[in-house]
């Protein structure tokens, strides 16, 4: 540990959960767009988690349920809020009629994920009118939004609990408030400065495992609303997210992947020269088979992080690169903050380094102004790229971005004959990055049983292919060797070879 990480450690200090209040009006804190987009510079407090006294024990006979939407952020949240929650005593349920909390952990990145979420609540109304004493939360980046919140207060009485992305190690404080109130409980943080370490989890099964090494983005896409929601970017200390790491691989994981809204930022706020790529390098020497990271900005993606990532070892041959437009003036509209020319060249040095990369990428279509010269100009790149597959998306405005203030002067017809021409491509690409393993011996993580079938085992190679074969169950959570025998446009079958008995790390 070098000094400037040691000093940055000392300033850790026990986290003190606030103490109760007769006053809820203390817990009645609503989001604001406009504090939430200030950037200050006040230094990132590391704190540790720990469960007051007094609320050990509130879940005792009590179930809990959290319904997650949105991203793979979204998901971790989920997993430790449920972490909080059986550290409190309660029991995870599915049945909506057994639980007596029900979170729904919210995403704001498009208005279809929000109209599900309020779908939702209207479906859990009457089960609230039947069980008075259910407590109903939303939490997640919907509940750092201000025009949801006033909504949800307006039109959605049945809901007790709203709380955001910043505050989750405040659950058992949130939790007994509600308890204790009559009135909704509104705490969400506009603005945040601190890391909370040592937060309990509740991991989905033994084999892939995702490890947050940063919070937030200060990029301000003029169509995002991440940054509002979930603040400004703050680095976890390299020792802890190591050490986590190492936990992880002593405990079994087979597949780490790190998490950030702009995860190749990280660092850039921590005292020393260190990032991204300096991180890789370390978790490269821990003994856990796959380490991946999402989602990256090319503006971020620096020569060092290639260097490392060309060692391989551990450290996956895939990168998820979002790239969102082909064309440099639209670019410049989404303040991208770089151009067509500059994505292509580093694509280029990262095919250069790494000549078996997989690429993937995010593109956005119809955004307000988008003629069709530049539309072609997306298919051009994507061409030129190679992509091997892409997650695409219609635009649609998000209340409080620059980009909402603009005229969204794009029919929906055409937006949907764009990104049905773009989803042909995609297709093509993706069928043209399958064609060469007809025959090959592939190394598949196995997730588990086919969404399809039952009887089919699926899982993923180092490049992220998914594979679908037939196998004994016993090798859910192992890599193995599958013969690929059929080739299909997103997806590859295979039959199985035997279990990887050692991968050298």
Known sequence: MNEEQRKLNDQAKPFKPLQPTKDYSAYFQAPSLKDAKKRGKEEVEYEKFNINPQFEGMGNGRKFLIRTFGCQMNVHDTEVMAGIFESLGYEATEDVNEANVILLNT??????????????????????????????????????????????????????????THNIHKLPDILHEAYMSKEMVVDVWSKEGDVIENMPKVRNGGTKAWVNIMYGCDKFCTYCIVPYTRGKERSRLPQDIIQEVRELAAQGYQEITLLGQNVNAYGKDLDMDYGLGHLMDELRKIDVPRIRFTTSHPRDFDD????????????????????????????????????RERYLELVAK??????????????????????????EETLSLYREVGFEMAFTYIYSPREGTPAAKMQDNVPMDVKKDRLQRLNAVVSEYSAKSLEGYEGKIVEVLVDGE????????????????????????????????????????????????GVVEKVEV
């Open 304 to 339: 060092y992080l290639i260097e490392v990532l060309a060692k391989k070892g551990n450290l996956v041959e895939h990168i998820h690169l979002p790239v969102q437009s082909g064309s440099s003036s639209m670019l410049k509209i989404m303040a991208r903050k770089y151009t």
């Open 350 to 375: 990262i095919k250069k380094a790494i000549p078996d990369v997989a690429l993937t990428t995010d593109i956005i279509v119809g955004f307000p102004n988008e003629t069709e010269e530049q539309f």
């Open 450 to 497: 086919s969404k399809r079938n039952k009887d089919v085992l699926a899982g993923y190679t180092r490049r992220n292919k998914l594979v679908n074969f037939r196998a004994p169950k016993e090798v859910i959570g192992k890599l193995v060797k599958v013969r690929v025998t059929d080739v299909k446009t997103y997806s590859l079958n295979g039959e199985f070879i």
């Open 107 to 164: 995403c704001a990145i498009r208005e279809n994920a929000e109209n599900r979420v309020f779908g939702e609540l209207g479906h859990l109304k009457p089960l609230k009118t039947k069980n008075p004493d259910l407590l109903l939360g939303v939490c997640g980046c919907m509940s750092q939004e201000e025009a949801v919140v006033n909504k949800i207060l307006k039109t959605y009485d049945q809901v007790d609990i709203i709380f955001g």
